[in-house]
C-alpha cells in the first residue's frame, strides 16, 4: 500500500545577511530529511526549536518548496498538485488557535469556508455538514454563531480542528497543536484527536517538543536535531529505549511527578549551535557526553539498529 506521505532526501537552505552591509550567507534548514508516514498512522517530529520542524512541515503543506529533494503525499508530489487538490489531500492545525481563526467571522462561517470555496453542495448541505463537523469535535449547535473571542483557548482549537477536517483530508499536519493550551485542556484535544483519527482513519505529522504529548499519540517517532534526522523508529522503541546519545538527553530532561526525583539535570553541554556557522563531522558532537574524535571528522549516517529503529551515532546505544 502506499504510504500517505513520503520525504525523499529533503533539503531547504535560506540565504540570510546578519546585517546590512554583510553578504549573504547559506543557512540549512533541512538537511536530507528522509521519513515515510504508512496509512493510519502517527509520526511524531521532535526536537529543539529551531531545528527545522515547523519549516518541513511548511513544506509538506506545499507553503515552502524544497531546494533539493521531494515530498509525496499519497503518492504525488506535492509540487505538482495545485492550490485546491493539495487542500483536499493535507491539511494544518497550528499551534495558536486565535491568530489562526478570523475574527471578524462566525463560527460556522470559518468551518464552512473550504465548502466554500471548493464548491461543494448547495447552502442547506453545507450548512448540515458544518453542523455535523461542529458535532464531530464536541462542539454545541449554539457555537455555530459565536466569534472566535467568545470561545475558550480549547474550543477555538476544535474550530480549528474542524476547519482542516471538513473536507476529509488524507493528512493532517499539526504543528504543536497544544502548546498553547492549559494541560487539562491540552489532554482533551489529544484525546479529541484520536478519537478522530480513528473514527475518520486520519494520518497526522504530529510536531511539539513535549516528548509526554508525543509518546500519548505517535506511532512512529523522528527525533530531530540541527535539520537532520537523528532517530527514527517506533514510539515505544525510541521513547523506551532510545540508541541516540540526543534523545536520550531529551528524555532524561523531562520532568516526573515522582516524590523524591526533584528536577532534572542537564545532561547536555554547551547550547545550540548557529544554524549559519554549523559544527563539522556530527553537528551534535559539540554537546555530546560519548563523542569521539570521529564524531569532529566524519558525519554518521541514518543506519539500522534494534527493532527497526535508524540511528545517526557513530556509538549508538
Known sequence: MTPILEIRGVTKRYSVRRGMFEPKRSLMAVAGVSATLP??????????????????????????????????????????????????????????????????????????????VHGEGTAPERRTRVAEMLALVGLAERHAAAYPNQLSGGQRQRVAIARALILRPSLVVCDEPTSALDVSVQAQILNLLAELQAKLGLSYLFISHNLAVVYLIATRVAVMYLGRLVEVGQAETVLTAPDHPYT????????????????????????????????PGCPFHPRCPVAQDVCATTPPALESKQAGSTVACHFAG
Open 39 to 116: 496509512r493510519g498512522e502517527v509520526l511524531g517530529l521532535v526536537g529543539e526549536s529551531g531545528c527545522g520542524k515547523s519549516t518541513l512541515a511548511k513544506m509538506v503543506l506545499g507553503l515552502e518548496t524544497p531546494t533539493e529533494g521531494e515530498i509525496l503525499v499519497d503518492g504525488r508530489p506535492v509540487a505538482s498538485l495545485g492550490r485546491l487538490e493539495r487542500a483536499r489531500l493535507v491539511q494544518p492545525v497550528f499551534q495558536d488557535p486565535y491568530s489562526s481563526l478570523n475574527p471578524r467571522r462566525t463560527v460556522a462561517a470559518i468551518v464552512g469556508q473550504p465548502l466554500d
Open 248 to 279: 536520550q538527553a531529551l528524555l532524561s530532561a523531562v520532568p516526573t511527578p515522582k516524590p523524591g526525583r526533584g528536577l532534572p539535570g542537564a545532561p547536555l553541554k554547551g547550547s545550540f549551535p548557529n544554524p549559519l556557522d554549523p559544527p
